[in-house]
């Protein structure tokens, strides 16, 4: 439109205690000019950087970013019939589908998330969408779009993760949280999926190495047999070991049974992790009573023993999501806190967590002889490579043992 210009500015008015000024949209219309903020701040030194011949790196990134936001607004602009500030500033300011961010994309699926009751999920992504946010910080910036995740974003964002102190596991979560957002992106017609980042020869999410988790059948005699001090200490110890029993059920699926998954001699349930799951996905697990399971119902379990009741009473009828993910945050950390102090009384050298109980089941069957798939189905897995994952320190275990029969010679005479 006529006699409307446009431009990224440096505004120097205001100096950040960081040191940094912000970087606004300058619109000027008959010699009035108004100022739009875009989230970002730079230092004088950075700004010019950004103006360099070839800025490279994160000072690129602030080039394109500020050349999109110059774009849009001279995008609409001329859809204006007349020119009015207020009427840009209207147009400018209001966030339009198709220019939703990363944050706050990750923010409505959190709510999503929150709202079906997958609270423990939705807190996950809200620590993804707390790293990416600090990430931008780092970069003086308040807001990314789609557009700019790139692999070689991607990269930068790895790097800087672990150079913070996030583990490759950490940094594999949170990377697994931004591409199911980048999904919904394109789902939604926010991204151009020609431009997807992740997979071969682009950026490719790194797992973690398992540490050994898994306790030895004579560790876990020294569990099962521990003379525990306070009757807290005990109700930890006998649930860990029920864990270990019920084919290395988490704390969540424990507090979660009724006396209706009770059905003759085994106690049947859907893991709560696959609940939400389509019902051909969903995955029930079957586990045969024995005897030391059933001593422990019998002593902490609740005495009304109602179809409806939990068993444990860790959970009530009436809690909201939000109150039931409180209530099993804090008996796992319980059972964790206990757990740790009979470890280190056993002079054990792996940690003992709730965890534990379950890379235990899993290791235990298979050096009884069980076939991957029966560990994979006991343990409720959808695909064998997950049951793999859990027993790569069994593996490691018997190569190393393999490994020595290489010297047996050396013993013999």
């Known amino acids: 439109m006529i006699g409307v210009t446009t431009a990224i500015i440096h505004d ?26 875009i989230g970002t701040s730079l230092s004088i030194d950075d700004w010019e950087k950004v103006h360099s011949e070839k800025p490279r790196g994160k000072f690129k990134e602030h080039l394109l970013y500020f050349n999109k936001i110059e774009e849009q607004s ?12 207020a009427l840009f500033e209207k147009k400018f300011n209001q966030k339009p589908k198709a220019n939703q961010g990363i944050l706050e ?6 709510s999503e998330l929150k709202q079906n009751g997958r609270i423990s999920t939705a807190y996950s992504y809200n620590n993804a969408k707390q790293s990416v946010t600090k990430f931008l910080e780092s970069k003086n910036r308040k807001k990314i779009a789609f557009w700019e995740i790139t692999t070689e974003w991607l990269n930068n964002y790895e790097k800087w993760m672990l150079e913070s102190g996030n583990s490759i596991t950490t940094v594999g979560i949170y990377m697994r949280s931004l591409r199911t957002i980048i999904n919904v992106g394109i789902q939604n017609g926010l991204f151009d999926k020609d431009l997807y980042p992740f997979g071969k020869r682009k950026y490719q999410i790194p797992s973690g190495r398992n540490l050994k988790k898994a306790l030895s059948l004579a560790d876990i005699s020294s569990v099962v047999n521990y003379q525990t001090k306070t009757v807290s200490e005990r109700r930890s110890r006998d649930l860990w070991v029920f864990s270990y029993l019920c084919n290395g ?10 006396f209706k998954n009770i059905e003759g001699n085994r ?50 009828k009436d809690d909201t999501p939000e109150q039931e993910y409180a209530k099993i945050y804090q008996a796992t950390k319980t059972i964790n806190k206990y757990m740790k102090e009979i470890g280190k009384d056993l002079k054990f050298t792996l ?20 076939p991957t798939e029966f560990i994979s189905e ?36």
């Not at 205001?14 to 903020?37: M, S």
């Not at 079957?286 to 409806?308: C, M, R, Y």
């Open 12 to 37: 120097k008015r205001i100096k950040r205690k960081d040191g940094t000024y912000a970087v606004k949209l300058r619109i000027t219309f008959n010699r009035a000019q108004n100022y739009y903020p």
């Open 74 to 85: 001279v995008a609409i602009i001329r859809e204006m019939p007349v020119f009015s500030f």
């Open 105 to 110: 994309v990750y923010s409505n699926y959190i």
């Open 249 to 258: 059920a988490n704390i969540k699926d424990i507090a979660n049974l009724k």
């Open 267 to 316: 106690i049947s349930f859907i893991r709560a992790k696959t609940s939400n799951s389509t019902k051909q996905d969903r995955q029930a697990i079957s586990v045969f009573i024995l005897p030391e399971i059933q001593a422990i119902i019998n002593e902490w379990g609740v005495d009304t023993k109602e179809p409806e009741d939990y068993i444990f009473g860790i959970l009530s």
């Open 351 to 370: 940690k003992l967590t709730t965890y534990t109980a379950r890379h235990s089941f899993a290791t235990v069957l298979k050096r009884s002889g069980a």
């Open 378 to 413: 006991s343990l409720g897995h959808k695909d064998l490579k997950t049951t793999e994952n859990y027993l790569d320190s069994f593996e490691d275990d018997m190569k190393e043992s393999y490994q020595k029969q290489l010297l047996n010679f050396t013993t013999k005479k």
